[in-house]
């Protein structure tokens, strides 16, 4: 889950941390904005996925639960993972 492999993609990911229930947004930067569709997954601390989807952007995504998550983003311009702490 190292963000070393992957550190080239221009994505960032905010607010983080954030609540249970609080979208938080991923920007695709400047080089990413022409990128027209991403894959978002996500991962909970044991690496079981727990959503993926091909979206659009802009980005905004929305966990219900309590705990820290993985959260990968895929596009034309590359590939970062996120570790996303969700509190109540």
Known sequence: WSNAASSHAPYTLYPN???????????????GRGAKTATVRIYDMLGTKIRERVTTTPITEVIYAQGIFFVSVESAVGKKVFRVVISD
């Open 17 to 31: 941390p954030t609540k249970v229930g609080q979208p938080f947004s991923i920007n695709l930067g400047a080089e």
